[in-house]
């Protein structure tokens, strides 16, 4: 039952009279309600294929993986759709805090940027943090499960060569 739904039912026991109005209320307040962080990961868990590319690779996609798995759980960020992650760090970095991973890990949903510099440019890479030192992330050819493929359990330490810029949350901003 969607708690508008639940809402209306309160609503209508108290105006009845029918002493089960507390009861539901209680219902309502304890009812779980899945945050934008669980369902952005759900749908990374989900393996979805890229409609980008013919062979639903996401390799050279790491932020349109994250940019689509935020869309999917409701949150629309403009910061998520330059054309490279290291462009949508400078976009996050001029509205956002930014933490320092060596200082603070990312917790569970937070978007985490590194450097990643290819024929001269850097373009940056991204994933979604587990909150336990992993994240779900797209994998480049011959790394995690094989070529643009999505790794949901890719140890963050995995990216130790690469220059970490920072995590953001994307929700609060925070």
Request: net charge neutral.
């Amino acid at each position: 039952m969607s708690l508008a739904r639940l809402a209306k039912v309160v609503l209508l026991a108290a105006v009845l009279g029918g002493g089960s109005a507390p009861l539901l209320v209680r219902a309502a307040r304890s009812a779980p309600v899945e945050s934008p962080t669980e369902r952005a990961l759900a749908w990374a868990a989900s393996g979805p294929s890229n409609p980008a590319t013919e062979e639903g690779s996401w390799h050279l996609y790491c932020l349109a993986f994250v940019a689509k798995a935020y869309r999917e759980a409701g949150v629309r960020d403009e910061e998520l759709e330059p054309r490279s992650a290291r462009e949508s760090f400078d976009a996050f970095a001029r509205t956002s805090v930014v933490h320092d991973p060596a200082r603070e890990p990312p917790p569970r949903g937070a978007v985490v940027f590194w450097d990643w510099v290819a024929r001269g440019v850097d373009y940056g890479h991204v994933a979604i943090a587990n909150g336990d030192g992993t994240c779900a992330t797209t994998c480049a050819p011959g790394k995690g499960d094989g070529a643009g493929t999505i790794q949901t359990r890719c140890p963050l330490a995995a990216f130790a060569h690469l220059h970490a810029l920072g995590w953001i949350d994307p929700v609060t901003r925070k």
